[in-house]
């Protein structure tokens, strides 16, 4: 059975800082990480990882896979309020066919 | 979201009345899912379809079925609906390799 840890679960921070959000995972026939942010509603695509791209950056927002580790950082630079949500990592495998599993996810507020 | 199109977006159910949730897509992609969301657990595959024709199981299938009759629509059904049921409902479709899933705006529904 595939499996998504994510840590913190929630995170407090103040604007211009900087964060890291982890994501650790098992799974069968690894082929895909993917991180989104979910605001008030439907979670919306922020990056795909894959074994041939370990490392995607737009904007404040970069995040690396750590293929021997099994993990994933996703950074957010200079935070600004529109920055709260949570973010949700998910691994895709390859077992017959793909499917995501996600993570519980990782909640953070920026303050003012 | 853009793309993908679920009704009712809010619903009230009594504990043993039935309902579906409609979900459709405004694309022609094979593959489309169910998640639920609930506090501190994430997103569950209820269950998801490859193509067509065709439904598997995901993670948390007891007490719902589904019916995928076209390429654009992947309706989920509640026979007989229990308060354990009472959650925020995903559809979901694959864009593809590298593109991640688009996600529905969510069904919130509760069952007292």
């Known amino acids: 059975e595939d499996k998504v840890v994510q840590s913190p679960l929630s995170l407090v921070v103040h604007e211009g800082d900087t964060v890291t959000l982890n994501c650790s995972y098992e799974?069968?026939?690894?082929?895909?990480l993917l991180w989104y942010k979910q605001e008030k509603k439907a979670p919306t695509f922020l990056f795909m990882l894959?074994?041939?791209?370990i490392e995607k950056k737009s904007g404040r927002l970069s995040s690396i896979l750590d293929k021997k580790e099994l993990s994933s950082i996703l950074n957010i630079t200079a935070t600004q309020t529109g920055d709260s949500a949570i973010y949700l990592c998910?691994?895709?495998?390859?077992?017959?066919?793909?499917?995501?599993?996600f993570g519980k996810g990782t909640m953070l507020l920026v303050s003012p | 979201n853009a793309g993908v199109t679920q009704t009712p977006k809010f619903q009230v159910l009594k504990t043993g009345q039935s309902m579906t949730l409609q979900c459709a897509q405004d694309m022609n992609h094979n593959s489309m899912y169910w998640y639920r969301q609930d506090p501190g657990m994430g997103l569950r595959l209820i269950y998801y379809s490859a193509s067509e024709g065709t439904t598997d199981k995901g993670e948390v299938p007891n007490g719902y079925n589904v019916s995928r009759l076209n390429k654009r629509e992947f309706s989920l059904r509640l026979e007989s609906a229990a308060p354990s049921q009472t959650s925020v409902y995903f559809c979901a479709r694959g864009d593809g390799f590298n593109y991640g899933y688009t996600f529905g705006s969510g069904t919130r529904l509760t069952v007292v």
């Open positions: 799974v069968t026939n690894f082929r895909s």
């Open positions: 894959t074994s041939s791209g």
């Open positions: 998910a691994v895709e495998g390859d077992s017959g066919y793909s499917t995501l599993t």
